[in-house]
Structures are given as C-alpha cells and as structure tokens.
C-alpha cells in the first residue's frame, strides 16, 4: 500500500473503532443489567433461573433503565474526558509516561543522535520535525509515537533503546515510528487510548472501591461489610470484562500495523538489517521491550510488547516479526544470538559509522537523474529513501553551526524564522527592523542584527529547512508569544507592499503547522470529497506550480510552462483549458487548497501525481518550485520528500 491507501485504511479503522466501541459499551451494559438482576435474586422474590426470562426484564425495566444510562454514562464520559485530556497532543502522552523532553541543544552524546536521526527523517520526508523524548527510567528497548497530525506528533524511545541499538537499529526503529505517523497510526492510537479508558473504567472504579472499603469493611459493627465487598467485586468483574475486549480490540488493531510498519521502515532506510537488528535485541535480552511503568493504554502504539500478555498480544510475535524481515532466519539462532551480540556490542558503533560512510559514497557516486523519476519520488511519500535521508544530513549539515544552534534555541527560534524573511534591498529590510522592535521589542530586534551580521543573508534552499527544524521549539512558545510572532510574519511578508511565493507559502505553512500544534484534534487531514468536484482548483494550483517553474517573461519559458501544466494535468486525466496565470494568484491559490484539502486520500494521490510530474518535467528544479511544491502538499497534509541538494538550482 502507498501513503494515500494507508491513509483510506486509517479512515475506515477510525469507523471501525468507533462501532466496536458501542457493541462493547452494549455488551458491558447488558452484564451490568444482568449482574444487578443477580443481586437482585439473593435480596427479593427473583429467582436465579427468572433472570434468563424476559418477564423479568420487564417487570424491573426502570431499573434496568436507570442502570443502563449510568453505566453508559460513565463508560461515555470517561472516554470523552480522556480524549479531551489528550487534545494537546503526543507530548502529553509522553509526558503521561514519565519520559523527558530532548532539546535540539543537548550535549549527551546519546541523545544527540536520536535528535539527528529524527531530525534527518523528518526533513527527508517534508514532516515538521516531531518533539522527541526519552523515557529515562524504562531500560527495556522501545519507543512509540502518538499525537493527532504531523505538526503535533511526538516519538518516545527509551533509555535501553539509547544505549542498547547502534545508530542503524535505531534508526529503524525511528523509521517504524515514522511510519504510525504518516499511515494515520497516530491518530487511531491516540483515539483507541480515550476508547480503551472509557471501556476499563468501571474495573478501576471497581479497584479502587474495595481499597477504599477494605477499612470499613474490617471495622464495620454492621452486616454492610460482606455487602460492600461484593458491589466491589461485581464492578471488577464486569470491569474485567471490558478490559477483555478492549485487549481484543487493540489485537485486532495493532498486530497487521505493526508488520506494515516494519516493512515501511526497511523501504524508509533501505537497510532490513537495521530494524531487525533492534528486534533480535529484544529477542536476545528476553523480551527486554517490557516497561516497568503501566503500559496498558499505550501498549497498542509501542514499537514492542509493553507487557506480557496471554491473550490478545498488541504485537505479533518477535520471531515472525524477524523472520518477514529475514527470510533466512531461524528461531533456534536467538541463543546463539545472545552471546554473540554481548561480545560484539561495543564494535556496533563503529561499523555504523562505516556503514554510513559506504552509504554516502554511494550517494556521490548516484546519478543525478534518478532524483527526477516521478514513480521513484512519489513512492517515496511516507517511505523517504536512503538517499532522501543522506541529502536531508546534507542539508542540515550545510546549514552554520550558529544558525543551526538559533533555530533549536527557544530564545532565538523567532529571530531565525524572522531572519528567513529579511528583504534584500536595505531599505526593505530597515523597514522590516523597525517591524520587528514595534511587534516584538528592541532585544528580538538585536538578535536579529546579530544573524545577519554573523551569517549574511540566508541561502534560499536552506529556508524551509530552518523552518522545519524551528517549528518543534517554536510550537513551545507561550500562546501568546506565538500570536505575536505570526502577526509579525505576516507583517515582515508585506513590509514591501509585495508577497513573493516564498513569502506567501512561508506564511500559510506557519499559521497550518502552530494552529495544528495548538489545536489537534480539530484537525481534519482528509475529506470525502471527488476529484470531478474540484477540476477547476487542480487546474488553478498546477497552472501556478508551472508558471512558477519557469521564466514567464520569454517565449521559451511559456512554452515550457504550457508544456508542463498540461503534463500535470494528463497525469489527473483531466482535460482542461491551456495554462493561464494572474500576479493575483495567492487568493486563488488559497481557495484551491483549501477544497483539495476536503479530497479523501485516494483523490488527493492523483492531485500530488500531476503535482510531482508538472515539477519534474523539464527535469530541472529550481528552488521555488522546490519549496512551492513541498509547502502545496504540506498545505494539503501529504510530506513530499526533501529533493537531492545537488539536483535543485537556485
């Protein structure tokens, strides 16, 4: 499956956990209603063999009534408010978890390099890039990823996972992660776990009834003890029996996912040794996934098994999990393959390094043209290649050690997204200062100063990365702060009476990404809607991806444009009049966008097919059809991989 079918999947999974949710919440009804009729028999005329006859049913029907409405009521409320706790996002979730947030400026050697590794995935695949945290008490091997979009995702790993995988295995176990995030994963998970909550509440109510009565019961005078520890009992187990289908329901879920993902993340880093090299770990160590914390809500998002389980394991068993991988392993190797990797453990480090010494060699050595396959770039939609990732550690890596540093800094963050904007007439720009001291004071405005006096002007392809690399410091920023930093955006974008496209994209990416962070879960990534419905926007943005492409001003470059506008176009199959262009086209632009976003995901393939073939036709890249490209398909909730440094000309 590509992006876009994973994404249709996910659709139909979220209708699927929401009627499963009601025929649990019927079932549980029902044992409530059952279970009180059995009370009832030890206290009145009810007989044990009447509960089974429908007469009975009747004849206590407002009880029943009052019954069923309480215990749905709780079973709803409680996943109400549990989905509402979590409307800010995968941070929470990891917070929930104990685990501490990693800053771009971390000196530990380990941490280092798992920001790199998300960092270098996220810009390969055109994703903000997500928050990354560590959960530092858990020495088991494991990680998850939770949150509502993109712009608002975290991934978690553990401490064992720092330090037991070499960089490759940690990076499958990243790109698994990545791959929850762009197949919808995310969004069902965080979902499952208001679900799931609302389903197991009436056992932690029941569990913490008996505690809290276990000392009334010890003291009472009266015959009300036996009475109150059997109301406990009776809310366990029919507590219990939620949390039979609610682990039914996360099997039923997860297991398949969790083979798509490692799949998905051997295409993301073209290296199946990697992520199976993780997983051998888990194996070797016996099962050491396990977290020491409760993992119960969270265990059908983790990378391994949470916990042991006898029935309805989240996650297929290690060794298929391995064997779909490596095709040649064997399961009576596991052993041998202890003891092998405690003596080779501390050599992992260094072969790594080789490995992606070879792998950049490689890289050199590729020819151009393979950056410029449409098939190539579109398959690589939610499964970055080795390559994309190199050339994203390319591009960070050209980026100066000081303004990379401002970008991860919560001071300085502002100032650099501020900087990307700066004119180059100097008459523009000291407009554009005087902004900046009226919107946000004269210490921003200082700093400010500071970038372009140490670092000149910013190169136009290292823009939208700095942005990317921004955003998660960014998005920490009081609300506050954040509305002023966009009012100022937008006022430095028009400091010269003028929107240039980059300008224009920057703007809208900024205000999508920081009002998706700060309100998830109204998010919508998709519609219902068809492509027959919205001929005349395909038609709108691909005119303008095309024009952009080229030099308007002179017969060839119309010529080429016309040529590439009705390339992108064939590939939608749809007909529709020659390329025609404004200098009004941002209004327009915004229009169409926003009815592509109501496309379901299917339609909105073919929308980034004509898209991808309008750019690539002319198998030249310049910059700005390199970021119109990438913000358009950002706007429309799909990440374009990052293109090879060496094939974009400024």
Not at 95 to 106: E, K, N, S
């Amino acid at each position: 499956m590509n992006f876009f079918e994973h994404q249709e999947q996910a659709r139909k999974q979220s209708r699927w956990i929401v009627l499963a949710f009601i025929a649990v919440t019927f079932l549980i009804v029902l044992a409530v209603n059952a279970l009180t009729l059995i009370v009832l028999s030890t206290q009145s005329s009810v007989t044990m063999t009447s509960i089974f006859n429908v007469e009975t049913w009747l004849a206590n029907s407002s009880l029943l009534l009052g019954t069923s409405a309480a215990t749905g009521g709780v079973i709803g409320l409680a996943s109400l408010g549990k989905i509402v706790s979590l409307r800010s996002g995968g941070g929470k979730v990891a917070r929930d978890m104990g685990a501490t947030l990693v800053t771009p400026d971390t000196r530990d050697a380990l941490r280092r390099r798992l920001y790199n590794v998300v960092e270098e995935i996220a810009l390969a695949s055109g994703t903000p890039v997500p928050d990354v945290y560590v959960m530092e008490n858990e020495p088991g091997i494991n990680a998850f990823a939770a949150g509502y979009t993109a712009s608002d995702a975290a991934v978690a790993v553990t401490q064992g996972t720092l330090e037991k995988l070499s960089r490759s295995e940690l990076q499958g176990v990243i790109a698994h992660e990545f791959s929850h995030i762009f197949n919808g994963d995310m969004r069902i998970n965080i979902r499952m776990m208001g679900v799931i909550f609302g389903i197991t509440v009436i056992a932690i109510l029941g569990r913490k009834f008996l505690h809290a009565s276990s000392y009334r019961v010890r003291s009472s005078r009266d015959n009300n003890g036996s009475a109150i520890v059997a109301i406990g009992l009776v809310l366990m187990l029919v507590g219990y029996i939620g949390l039979f289908f609610a682990r039914w329901m996360k099997s039923a879920l997860s297991r398949q996912r969790e083979y798509l993902a490692d799949a998905s993340a051997v295409q993301f880093t073209r290296d199946p040794e990697g992520i199976s090299g993780a997983l051998k770990k888990i194996a070797a160590y016996s099962h050491s996934s396990y977290l020491q914390s409760d993992s119960e809500e969270v265990s059908h998002m983790l990378f391994g098994s949470g916990y042991k389980s006898l029935m309805f394991a989240t996650h297929p068993p290690l060794e298929k999990r391995i064997a779909r991988i490596e095709k040649g392993f064997e399961i009576g190797d596991i052993d041998m393959l202890a003891k092998r990797l405690k003596k080779q453990e501390h050599l992992e480090h260094i072969q790594a390094e080789k490995a992606a010494e070879e792998q950049q060699k490689k890289q050199e050595k590729r020819a151009k043209g393979g950056f410029f396959d449409v098939e190539g770039m579109f398959g690589d939609i939610g499964n970055p290649s080795t390559e994309r990732i190199a050339a994203a550690a390319v591009l960070a890596a050209s980026l100066p050690t000081g303004l990379s540093s401002s970008a991860h800094s919560l001071e300085w963050a502002p100032e650099v997204l501020f900087y990307c904007l700066l004119d180059s007439d100097q008459a523009v720009r000291d407009k554009q200062l005087l902004i900046v001291v009226q919107q946000m004071g004269d210490i921003s405005e200082r700093k400010l100063q500071h970038l372009i006096q140490t670092h000149g002007s910013v190169r136009v392809e290292q823009r939208l990365a700095i942005l990317e690399m921004s955003f998660p410091t960014l998005k920490r920023r009081p609300i506050l702060d954040i509305e002023r930093i966009q009012s100022t955006v937008d006022l430095l974008a028009n400091a010269d009476n003028k929107i240039d496209s980059f300008e224009f994209l920057l703007t809208r990416l900024i205000k999508q990404y920081l009002d998706e962070a700060q309100q998830p879960n109204h998010t919508q990534l998709h519609g219902n809607k068809k492509l027959k419905e919205c001929r005349d926007e395909l038609a709108t943005v691909v005119a303008i991806l095309a024009s952009h492409g080229q030099e308007r001003s002179t017969a060839k470059g119309l010529q080429l444009a016309q040529r590439a506008f009705k390339q992108g176009m064939s590939v939608a199959n749809v007909e529709h009049l020659n390329l025609s262009f404004t200098d009004q086209w941002q209004a327009e632009l915004d229009k169409a966008l926003a009815k592509l976003d109501q496309l379901s995901p299917n339609q909105k393939s073919i929308v980034v097919a004509a898209l991808v073939r309008t750019v690539l036709d002319d198998r030249e890249i310049l910059t700005q059809e390199h970021e119109m490209l990438r913000v358009i398909c950002a706007l429309l909730h799909v990440p374009i991989p990052i293109l090879s440094t060496h094939g974009v000309s400024a």
